[in-house]
């Protein structure tokens, strides 16, 4: 099989599902300085909660979308493998993320980290919703 023939067996994003994942993209950015700079986070106790799992959804249906559906060929394996891929970085994602905070809590003033419930319950949040786009990159459209 030829590259040009392989090329177009690949699963392409439609133009609905590219403009759903930017504007989940923008959204969360958005909500994640809103968050900080009008203080949300001490404001609504369950604010952290959803963003953490609403900024994970959004970056794993992206990477999903863009990364790795052009590279799964539409009948095989994308299911199970677009899965495990997708929830591993998805959750690889919000490790790195309390590490961040956790470096923050040295370097800037405040409490950045709440404490150990607040770290798990974050990544609780990071894995039930990089878990979400187990199907995504191939259904929208």
């Known amino acids: 099989m030829n590259s040009h023939h392989a090329a177009e067996h690949v699963l392409k994003p439609a133009a609905r599902g590219r403009a759903l ?43 999903g979308l863009f990364v790795l559906a052009p590279r799964l060929h539409p009948r095989k394996g994308r299911g199970l493998v677009a899965t ?21 809590d040295f370097v800037l003033t405040g409490n950045v980290i709440k404490g150990k419930n607040d770290t798990i319950l974050d990544l609780i949040m990071d894995t039930a919703e990089s878990s979400e786009c187990e199907h995504q990159p191939t259904n929208v459209g």
């Open 84 to 104: 495990f891929l997708l929830a591993s970085v998805g959750i690889a994602l919000g490790a790195l993320w309390e590490v961040a905070e956790w470096g923050a």
């Open 21 to 63: 994942a930017w504007a989940l993209a923008a959204l969360t950015l958005l909500a994640n300085v809103a968050g900080y700079a009008l203080d949300l986070y001490q404001r609504f106790w369950w604010f952290d909660r959803v963003l953490h799992g609403g900024t994970i959804l959004a970056i794993t249906f992206w990477l």
